[in-house]
């Protein structure tokens, strides 16, 4: 080994400390960046393959009635490469032992051909998880979803009770199955539904026999032949996609359909979709920051680990070696730390990786996760700490090179100041020496003060940004499941039923408040822009389902017009004033052009707001509505839930706290999960920033810290001299940070606004506070680390060698 | 060398008192003597001049009685302050309250004014002099507020040395004061060392290897190789501007 080598071995050995903490803060940056990388690009592929396997459709339909006949036209559509009809029936559960009426949607599937015939299902074919299939012929054998089975502890074996076409059956689970519709599982919403909503396959014979669909259907999918063109999934706006459905339409018109829609607006699907999308932004702009800081530092800590040996570069030069070997040296003692580095942030990145990957299996069921880390991922992260070590450390390279031998030997000038900005406005006074010392120090290298403070800053940013969304998602909650939605319970009717039911319901047990409201299925037009929304009629005067406008409080629709949620308006290229016309899937399927009254700002929802009177008279068929919210005793709550199971007509029960409940105990540990792990990156992030700062700091100041201690001065009045100027520069930058954290948070929510909803930036002064505290205490243990060397300065030899 | 020769004069009590001084550095596997048994007292006020080559180990003793070291062996005593065994508290309260430092190479603090160098001493001592009266001392009154980058090489040394007595140290302890600096500046501070001593009867240890120096003292240690190689008795004192070397 060449002696220069031996000097870079021991030179890292000697740092060890800092070398540690900068490969650390690295590892943090090239971690966080492949861990949110590769769970985005791992969804993303799971999810095609998945897609693939399973035959997930293109295009989706349902109609009221339609004949099996009319299958081989739809097979006709050019486009069209197979089509699947069946019956689906959403209707009510009851499970032994649970209080609340559960919802669950019956699929019919062809159990004799799938297990006689071993065909597969042309497609959405089930992936059985646990159990077999049905027996042919055997009544009343059903699978369950997995996910439905394993949250309410329901056993192969298990018998559970429906309600098909008012008769109630019993049914045995003999197996649970996945769904490629169903890796997401809700009736409608955007929060998992687990508890509270099942999917069932039975045999479809018995399914049809049950509500005399025999020879009928009422569910179609299609796939289109050049479906694997169509990128991610995503048909909206194709124009094979639109053909398609509109030519479907056409064909279904006749039987009631509610309109044909392509991937995009599949429940499970969009969902699935929302998430991958905000993993990508998560995946792309915190990492950057990351990388980012992690890169600064690394920059900053090698300029002065290079600007600490001119001696000795000094002294390499007076012996004969060139620039570019002196370069080449200390970029090999940079390489190290980077290298280090990313070792660790890829064993850190894999690990997080998987781990974020598995906790989306909570919320989205694939059969199976397939974890991937690309290679160029891993490349692009290494490539970027690489550069950011390299330029650091050329940079300062390049000043000392620049040096004449003679002259690099030589001690650098002696150090000059000047008053203070603050002395110098007359105010001197206020400071004593030592408080003078730091400050004048600050102030004297006002560039390096700022990088510190740059670099702090970014951490509380960091933690900023990964705590903000407990406090967002809390206000979200707030307004739209109290402020929105105040009552306990809300209903969903099969069918439009009279208003009257109002009476009805206001007689069951503990109901002390009422209100009804309908919302119909349409298609929005603008010229040439439409959507698919509900277009909901609210009583006058509603105060169980409010409009919250985030801006200006509650709305309320105007006579005859329609309010529509801001994001709608922006699809469909409208403002107040302008008119839309609606398609109605309902009734006679009345169309109406009415003058837009407004729009307003709601986190969640695509929704078109109108009075009920109005909408119930363009659709035409009488005073009826589809919702009711009911007002609760609470101690009356289960004896309520347990009427409803008898009432006809009633498909589906939300019970707002149980719903919440649920929510709160999946989403909320993994916001618990993730706040944490941004919280450990951005504390070794600040432990880098000060630690490092400190021991370059130290090692430039202790011949004068060593000559205060000689002079009578402590250990701590000399700790306070070096930590004091750490302790200003953390002051400073925590407010700083608190301003960049507020700005990065609102990137990532901008960026992260979903199609239906915006996560509304609410920062509470807890998250501020936290991540103040956060970073000092990195600074405590930082100074605490460095104090021990303080505690250690020779002094005798001060007395002797000059700086 | 006789008992008469090796202590202070009866009148004046002893300030410092030290006897059978070693020490011993390990130099990787070397051992190194630094001291080899050195007794020695100073009466309180005397003016000591100790000389000797480069590692003589004078700047040890030097260190020893100001309690940045502490001996091998060996007693030392400062007035009823037992200095060895002392913790590095003590010590660094005995530097505090008793000595006052002047080194070779000034060791202000650049980022201080002269007044606030001295002030950074005078804000932790119990009886100070105001800053601007120990500058007054050294002939810098009028540059209070100049930076350290600001001054000549004896301006600086002289700063050091209104810093060092600044707190009204008992003893003064010189490092090669005047070895950084040339003829005409190194006699104008060994002449504020003296009035320091005369006037303000503060016990002055000057180490040099400029044997001219050696006039000024009341006594004059010849240190060689650890070892207390001889102790004269200067009959008169000679002012710093009638020394030349």
Known sequence: M??????????????????????????????????????????????????????????????????????????????????????????????????????????????????????????NRLSLKTGRWPAPGAAGEVLVNNRFAEVRKLALGSEIRVLLNGKRERLTIVGTALSPEFIFVTRGGALPDDEWFAVIWMDAGALAAAYNMEGAFNSVALRLADGSRVRDGETAGDATTAAVVAELDRLLEPYGTRGGYGRAEQISHKVLSQEIEQQRVMGTILPAVFLLVAAFILNVVLHRQVNAQRGEIAAFKALGYDDLAIGFHYLKLASVV???????????????????????????????????????????????????????????IRGV?????????????????????????GLGRLATPSQRMILRNIERRPGRAAMTVAGIAGSVAIVISGTFWTDAVNHFIDIQFHVAQPAAVYLGFAEPVPESVRFDLSRLPGVRQVETS??????????????????????????????????????????????????????????????????????????????????????????????????????????????????????????????????PGVATVIVKSTLLDTFRSTTARNLLFYTGVLTIFAAIIAVGVVYNNARIQLAERAWELASLRVLGMTRGEVSVLLLGELAMEILLAIPAGFVAGYYLSLLIVTLTHGEAFEIPLVILPPTYLYAGATVVIAGVVSALIVRNRIDNLDLVSVLKTRE | MSEATTTAPAAAPP???????????????????????????????????????????????????????????????????????????????????????????????????????????????????????????????????????????GEQQRVAIARAIAKRPQVLLCDEPTGALDYETGKLVLDVIARINAELGTTAIVITHNAAIAGMADRVWRFANGRMAGIERNPRKLSASELSW
């Open chain 1, 518 to 647: 309908r919302t119909v299925g349409a298609r929005l037009r603008a010229g040439h822009r439409s959507y698919r929304a509900g277009v909901t009629g609210l009583a006058e005067g509603a105060q169980l389902q409010r409009i919250i406008d985030v801006d200006t409080g509650q709305a309320a629709p105007a006579p005859d017009a329609v309010l529509l949620t801001t994001r709608v308006a922006r699809r469909l290229g409208v403002g107040p004033g302008d008119t839309v016309t609606l398609e109605l899937m309902e009734g006679r399927r009345a169309q109406a052009t009415l003058r837009v009254a407004g729009t307003v700002h709601e986190l969640a929802g695509m929704n078109a707001w109108m009075r009920l009177a109005d909408l119930n008279r363009i659709v035409g068929d009488g005073p009826v509505v589809s919702t009711a919210a009911l007002v609760v005793d609470r101690a009356d709550q289960d004896a309520l839930l347990t009427r409803l199971k008898d009432v």
């Open chain 1, 338 to 396: 980077v290298a280090m580095g990313i070792l660790m942030g890829i064993g850190l990145g894999d690990w997080l990786g998987r781990t974020i990957t598995g906790l989306y299996t909570e919320f989205f069921r694939f059969p199976t996760l397939n974890y991937v880390l690309s290679p160029w991922v891993v490349a692009a992260g290494s490539l970027v700490a690489l550069l950011a070590g390299f330029g650091g450390t050329l940079a300062a």
């Open chain 2, 15 to 153: 300030i410092f008192v030290a006897r059978g001084l070693t020490k011993i550095y390990r130099m990787g596997e070397v051992d190194v003597h630094a001291l080899r048994g050195v007794d020695l007292d100073v009466a309180a006020g005397e003016f000591i001049v100790l000389l000797g080559p480069s590692g003589s180990g004078k700047s040890t003793l030097l260190n020893i009685l100001g309690g940045l070291d502490v001996p091998t062996a060996g007693e030392v005593r400062f007035l009823d302050h037992t200095l060895t065994g002392a913790t590095e508290a003590e010590l660094t309260r005995y530097r505090r309250e008793h000595v006052g430092f002047v080194f070779q190479f000034y060791n202000l603090i650049p980022s201080l004014t002269t007044r606030e160098n001295v002030a950074l001493v005078t804000d932790i001592s119990e009886h100070p002099m105001a800053p601007e009266e120990a500058l007054e001392w050294v002939g810098l009154g009028e540059r209070l507020d100049h930076f350290p980058s600001q001054l000549s090489g």
């Open chain 1, 401 to 425: 090179v620049a040096l004449k031998p003679a002259e690099a030997l030589r001690p650098p000038a002696p150090a000059e100041f000047r008053p203070l900005l603050l002395e110098r406005l």
């Open chain 1, 2 to 123: 060449k002696a220069l080598d031996r000097k870079l071995l021991r030179d890292l050995w000697t740092i060890k400390t800092q070398v540690v903490s900068i490969a650390l803060v690295i590892a943090c940056g090239i971690g966080g960046f492949l861990a949110s990388m590769s769970t985005h690009e791992s969804l993303l592929l799971t999810r095609g393959q998945y897609y693939d396997a399973a035959r997930f459709p293109h295009v989706f339909a349902e109609a009221r009635r339609a004949p099996d006949f009319l299958a081989a036209r739809i097979a006709d559509i050019p486009g069209v490469s197979a089509v699947q009809t069946r019956v689906v029936r959403d209707v009510q559960l009851d499970v032994p032992g649970v209080v609340q009426p559960m919802t669950a949607r019956v699929i019919g599937i062809p159990v004799a051909a799938i297990v006689d015939a071993a065909l597969p299902q042309a497609m």
